[in-house]
């Protein structure tokens, strides 16, 4: 096994950051799409596997069962090169410090792969919802217990009232998107595909067993509880609804996660290893 020093791979990083940023829109747009709906697919598989542990587990336990199910949706995008918003919120702020490219290839980037985030994510959502999280068994539709355990879910993340609230989902977004982008470092540090999964999955694993917020990951939850709530009518939808999905979480954990990217990684890590950097882009 290759592994790679800091410094390489920040100049790794930030040549991927390049290639990101110069992506066709369509091609850029069905890579977020798939993003999307990988992220969403190990948010599913989270929420049936963590199902009534709690009750006999404990809330401890049952987190991490959540935390170790849920990398299998980035270990997807990162070995089918899709794109997700929360990697290029460091990999395109990286590429404009090595000079590769400039805010509007930033923008754009970011742009395009959050709307096709939001799609795929949106997708499963209503797969999930109309799937998994129902039985159909009498004739009529029936929230399963793990469609009761997705709308827990989503209304736990739009419970966030007033400034306080706020202030700790753009805390935890920060927090979030550092150990995110901490495994997509990790990541292209080794050359080998188990090597890859395993510096993936711990990093992945701490920031949802910890209760960390991703946005993207939460364009499927909270959805996915409002679409299942539409057939449950469990939930008070004056908190669980379109608007708060917005307004209570993911406005805030988005901006928290881009600090935490922008930051604690790209910024961080060019300013700590910027002569080696230099160096080894000189030497290319």
Request: with cysteine; aromatic share 12%.
């Amino acid at each position: 096994m290759v592994t790679f020093s800091p410094a390489q791979v920040c100049v790794k990083v930030g040549t991927a950051g390049k290639s990101k940023c110069s992506l066709p829109a369509g091609n850029m747009f069905v890579r977020a799409f798939l993003a999307g709906a990988y992220i969403a697919m190990g948010a599913a598989l989270a929420t049936v596997g963590s199902t009534g542990v709690a009750d006999f587990l404990g809330a401890g336990i049952a987190q991490f069962i959540l935390g170790a199910l849920f990398p299998i949706g980035l270990i997807l995008v990162v070995l089918t090169g899709a794109e997700l918003f929360t990697g290029d919120a460091m990999f395109a702020p990286m590429a404009i410090l090595q000079g590769h490219t400039g805010l509007k290839g930033l923008i754009y980037l970011w742009v395009v792969v959050y709307i096709g985030n939001l799609v795929g994510s949106l997708f499963m959502a209503y797969v999930m919802a109309n799937g998994p999280f129902v039985s159909y068994a009498t004739g009529t539709a029936v929230v399963t217990a793990f469609g009761t355990r997705a709308i827990g879910i989503a209304t736990a993340k739009v419970s966030y009232a007033g400034i306080g609230g706020i202030w700790s989902v753009f805390l935890k977004g920060i927090l979030c998107n550092w150990l995110v982008c901490l495994a997509l470092f990790l990541g292209l540090a080794a050359d080998e595909v188990i090597s890859k999964i395993v510096a993936i999955w711990f990093p992945i694993m701490a920031f949802v067993a910890t209760g960390f917020e991703h946005c993207v990951a939460n364009m499927y939850f909270i959805p996915a509880g409002i679409l299942t709530n539409m057939v449950a009518g469990t939930a008070d939808t004056n908190l669980l609804n379109w608007g708060t999905m917005w307004t209570n979480n993911i406005i805030w954990s988005t901006l928290g996660n881009i600090v935490g990217a922008v930051i604690f990684m790209a910024i961080i890590y060019y300013y700590c290893y910027k002569s080696e950097i230099c160096a080894l882009c000189e030497a290319k």
